[in-house]
């Protein structure tokens, strides 16, 4: 298992910025597809944005153009920009790490990290 940690969370004003962090343990991060994720109370945990090992990325469609996902492979971090912030970004964001365990795929999840867009 993947031990995930998130950091960055926190409180800013709608059209802010902020950037979210995910350090991985284990030795073949690189190997690993990366994700962020958020949850709304009550909601489904949706899918925000992932990078692949290629480094092929995919953005939901309500943060395209504002949100940019990263990796530093030697680091073992993933990374979360926000930008122009939307109340309706408000949420626990999640990072996740995917890998295969022989032809098992293997998802992993960190605790979970709250943003919150107010004025």
């Known amino acids: 298992q993947v031990h995930l940690v998130e950091s960055g969370g926190g409180w800013v004003q709608p059209g802010g910025s902020l950037r979210l962090s995910c350090v991985a343990s284990?030795?073949?991060?690189?190997?690993?597809?990366l994700g962020w994720y958020r949850q709304y109370p009550d909601k489904e945990r949706e899918m925000v944005a992932e990078?692949?090992?290629?480094?092929?990325?995919k953005y939901s469609d309500s943060v395209k153009g504002r949100f940019t996902i990263s990796r530093d492979n030697p680091k073992d971090t993933v990374h979360l920009g926000m930008n122009s912030v939307r109340s309706e970004d408000t949420a626990v964001y999640y990072c996740?790490?995917?890998?295969?365990?022989?032809?098992?795929?293997?998802?992993?999840w960190g605790q979970g990290t709250q943003v919150t867009v107010s004025s």
């Open positions: 996740n790490a995917g890998y295969l365990e022989g032809v098992r795929h293997v998802d992993c």
């Open positions: 284990g030795s073949m991060f690189s190997l690993y597809s």
């Open positions: 990078i692949m090992p290629s480094g092929t990325i």
